[in-house]
C-alpha cells in the first residue's frame, strides 16, 4: 500500500543527552539467588541466621556472627533447560560465583569485631530466547509507517523530512513539519526502515510498508553483574548484631538478537524477507550501601529477628549498538542494506531495597530460616547526562537529570516486587547437613505493560530493538548437602528457578488514523508464551582458622 506525504527539508539537530529504555533498564533490577553452596542450598533464607559471606548485603549484620576467621570459594555449572541454542549460543557454563573472607577479632568476652570481602555474581545474564508466531496485516516496518502518520511528537509520532547538506538524501522524524529538531521517539529502527524500505524510490514523495504473515526472533545473551562487597560488623553481647557493607557493581552485558518478518502483498503472497540483527553492549560501575541488624528478643533463646536496608546501586553506565536491516526480495525502498550505530553515556539509580527476616536453631542439629525482601521497581531512576563542571581540584564531573519521561513509563510499567525466602539445614551427622530451600519473586511487570516506541524520551531515540517481555513470577527451589570439619567444609547446592513470560515483537496497538480514508490502522501481534528454566549446581570450599 502507498500513500502520498509531503517531505519536509530540515537540517538534522544531534542530541545532546542519553538515556535507556525501561526494559533495556529492567535487566539491572534484582538479583539471581547466588552465593555460597549453604546459603542457595537453604534458599537464601539465612538474613537473620548469619554465619555466612553471602548475607554480606542482604542483611550485613549476618557478618557479625561469625567467632572465627575464614576463606571461602565457590563455583559451579548453569544450564537452560530449555534453551534450543542457535546464534553459537552455549545454554550450559561453568561459572565462577564467589570468592571471600572474613576475619574476626574479639573485643570483649562476648563482642566481636568482624571485618569481611566478597566477590560474587549477583545477575548471571547468560539466558537464550526464542519466540516465533503468525501476524496478520502487521510488520514492525508498519509500526515506523505510523509513527510516520501521527505527523508530530505532540501526536506520539513525528513528521518525515529530509535532511540538508550532505543529508539530503536521509529521511529523519522532525518534531512537526515546521521544526528542523529530530523527534526524540525517531528511534534506530525507524531510521533503518524509513530510509531502506518506506519511501519509494522512484517517487520520493510516495511511502508505504509491508505487511508480514509472520516472524522468528532469536536473542543470545551473556555477562553478569559483579558485586564485590566490604563488610564492617560486630555484636554487643552476643544478643545484638550489627553491620554496615559498602558494595562496588560492575556490569558486563552483551546480546546480539535476529529478528526476521516474512513479507506479503495485499493478496497474501511471499515478497521477501525483512531481516533486523542487533548488538548491544552495556558496561559500567556502580556503588552502594547496605545496612543491617539482627537481635536476639529473649536472652535464653536463639530465636531472632533481623532488620536491613539497601540503598540505590548508583550506576555510571556506557552501551553501544550495532544494528542492520537487510531486505530480501520485492522492496519499495532505495536500499537493500541499512546501518546504524550509537555510542553513548548515561546512568541509572535503582530502588531503595527493605528486608526482615526470622532465624531459630534447635539445639544443634537444626536451623530455620524465612525472610522477606521488598523493592519498588516503578521508582527507578533513568538519568541521562545533561553537562559536565570541573571541580576545586581540577577533576571533570558529569552532571545528570532524571528522564522524566522514561521514569513515568517506569511507574506504568513496573510493579513493587517481594521477594520471600524460606529455607532449613538439618545434621543428619555431627559433619554431615542437609539443606532445602524455596523463594518466590513476585512480577516485576504490570499486567498490561507495553514497550512504547512513541515516547518523547532519549531511550526512545537511542532504542535499537522494539521487542519486549513481560515477565511473570519467579519460584526457585533448592536443596543441599554439607560437610563440617574442623577446619575445612564442603558444600554442594542444587537450584532449580523457573520464569514465564509473554514476548511481543514491537509495540502491541499502536494505532494512526489515515484521513484520506476515515480509518484506523494498527499495528498488533499476540502475546508467545516464552519461559526461562534454569538449574545450577554450585560447589563451595571453606577453611576456617
Not at 548471571?124 to 501476524?135: G, K, P, S, V
Request: glycine share 10%; with cysteine.
Amino acid at each position: 500500500m502507498k500513500k502520498k506525504y509531503l517531505m519536509i527539508c530540515s537540517a538534522l539537530l544531534a542530541f545532546p543527552a542519553m538515556a535507556q529504555d525501561t526494559y533495556e533498564n529492567a535487566r539491572l533490577l534484582g538479583n539471581d539467588l547466588n552465593g555460597t553452596a549453604r546459603y542457595v542450598g537453604m534458599g537464601g533464607a539465612m538474613e537473620a541466621l548469619g554465619a555466612d559471606l553471602s548475607t554480606i548485603r542482604t542483611n550485613p549484620a549476618g557478618i557479625g556472627l561469625f567467632r572465627k576467621s575464614g576463606v571461602n570459594f565457590s563455583l559451579g555449572v548453569v544450564s537452560q533447560a530449555n534453551a534450543n541454542a542457535k546464534l553459537d549460543h552455549s545454554a550450559t557454563k561453568l561459572s565462577f560465583d564467589q570468592i571471600g573472607f572474613y576475619r574476626t577479632m574479639r573485643t570483649g568476652q562476648t563482642s566481636y569485631v568482624n571485618f569481611a570481602f566478597n566477590f560474587s555474581k549477583g545477575t548471571n545474564f547468560n539466558y537464550f530466547l526464542a519466540a516465533a508466531d503468525q501476524l496478520n496485516n502487521a510488520s514492525l516496518g508498519k509500526q515506523a509507517y505510523l509513527k510516520g502518520m501521527r505527523g508530530s511528537l505532540s501526536n506520539g509520532g513525528y513528521s518525515i523530512g529530509t535532511g540538508s547538506g550532505s543529508n539530503v538524501d536521509t529521511y529523519y522524524g522532525y518534531i512537526d513539519n515546521s521544526s528542523n529538531n529530530i523527534a526524540r521517539n525517531y528511534g534506530q529502527l525507524d531510521y533503518l526502515y524509513w530510509n531502506t524500505r518506506l519511501v519509494d524510490k522512484n517517487t520520493p514523495s510516495l511511502f508505504g510498508y509491508d505487511a508480514a504473515n509472520g516472524y522468528d526472533f532469536n536473542r543470545s545473551q551473556r555477562g553478569y553483574i559483579g558485586n564485590y562487597d566490604f563488610n564492617i560488623s560486630g555484636n554487643v553481647n552476643d544478643r545484638v548484631y550489627l553491620g554496615l557493607t559498602l558494595g562496588l557493581r560492575t556490569v558486563n552485558y552483551k546480546g546480539y538478537s535476529e529478528y526476521v518478518e516474512n513479507l506479503v502483498n495485499a493478496s497474501n503472497t511471499a515478497i521477501g524477507t525483512a531481516t533486523i540483527t542487533d548488538e548491544r553492549k552495556v558496561k559500567g560501575t556502580g556503588f552502594d550501601l547496605s545496612a543491617g541488624v539482627i537481635f536476639r528478643p529473649v536472652e535464653e533463646s536463639p530465636f531472632r529477628i533481623g532488620l536491613s536496608i539497601n540503598s540505590p546501586s548508583w550506576y555510571d553506565l556506557k552501551t553501544e549498538n550495532y544494528t542492520t536491516i537487510q531486505n530480501v526480495g520485492q522492496n519499495q525502498g532505495k536500499w537493500e542494506h541499512g546501518k546504524s550505530s550509537e555510542v553513548y553515556n548515561y546512568k541509572l539509580f535503582t530502588p531503595w531495597t527493605f528486608g526482615a527476616s526470622l532465624g531459630h536453631t534447635v539445639g544443634n542439629f537444626l536451623a530455620l530460616g524465612a525472610s522477606v525482601s521488598y523493592a519498588d521497581y516503578s521508582t527507578v531512576d533513568n538519568r541521562y547526562i545533561d553537562g559536565e563542571y570541573v571541580d576545586y581540584y581540577g577533576y571533570t564531573t558529569e552532571t545528570s537529570a532524571s528522564d522524566k519521561v522514561m521514569n513515568n513509563h517506569a511507574k506504568r510499567t513496573l510493579n513493587g516486587v517481594a521477594t520471600v525466602k524460606v529455607g532449613m539445614e538439618c545434621k543428619v551427622l555431627p559433619q554431615i547437613a542437609l539443606r532445602a530451600g524455596y523463594n518466590y519473586v513476585t512480577p516485576a511487570y504490570k499486567k498490561d505493560a507495553f514497550k512504547d516506541g512513541a515516547l518523547n524520551s532519549e531511550g526512545s531515540y537511542y532504542s535499537s530493538a522494539a521487542d519486549y517481555t513481560n515477565w511473570k513470577g519467579t519460584n526457585r527451589m533448592t536443596l543441599g548437602v554439607g560437610y563440617i570439619g574442623k577446619n575445612f567444609s564442603a558444600d554442594l547446592a542444587y537450584q532449580y528457578s523457573a520464569t514465564d513470560g509473554e514476548f511481543y515483537p514491537f509495540t502491541n496497538g499502536l494505532a494512526a488514523h489515515d484521513a484520506s480514508t476515515n480509518t484506523t490502522l494498527v499495528n498488533e501481534a499476540k502475546a508467545v508464551q516464552v519461559s526461562n528454566q534454569r538449574h545450577q549446581v554450585l560447589f563451595t570450599l571453606g577453611y576456617r582458622f
